[in-house]
């Protein structure tokens, strides 16, 4: 088995809804999460809470962000042009 990135189907009701939400009258063509293989074992997988939501224009990333994430930014990178 090779090791890196990959994406799957596999997202709850709920990242479809929020999803469905950031993207409005565009059409969801797929909503993957994002997967990382970083040994040879099928146990060594990570599956983040990051998902890639692509529609007919253009194609989103969906983070879910923990309490200390939000609080960073809001203190450290808000207002300096960070993307």
Same mark, same amino acid.
Request: glycine residues 4%; proline residues 0%.
């Given at each position: 088995?090779?090791?890196?990135?990959?994406?799957?189907?596999?997202?709850?009701?709920?990242?479809?809804?929020?999803? &469905?939400? @950031?993207?409005?009258? !565009?059409?969801? %063509?797929?909503? *993957?999460?994002?997967? +990382? #293989?970083?040994?040879?074992?099928? &146990?060594? @997988?990570?599956?983040? !809470?990051?998902? %890639?939501?692509? *529609?007919?224009?253009? +194609? #989103?990333?969906?983070?879910?962000?923990?309490?200390?994430?939000?609080?960073?930014?809001?203190?450290?990178?808000?207002?300096?042009?960070?993307?």
């Amino acid at each position: 088995m090779e090791t890196g990135r990959f994406e799957v189907n596999e997202v709850s009701d709920e990242v479809m809804n929020i999803a &469905e939400q @950031i993207v409005e009258d !565009d059409e969801i %063509k797929s909503v *993957t999460r994002i997967c +990382e #293989r970083y040994d040879q074992g099928d &146990e060594n @997988i990570r599956k983040y !809470d990051v998902y %890639k939501i692509k *529609t007919g224009n253009s +194609e #989103r990333i969906l983070k879910k962000v923990s309490e200390r994430e939000v609080m960073n930014y809001e203190n450290y990178l808000q207002g300096r042009n960070f993307c």
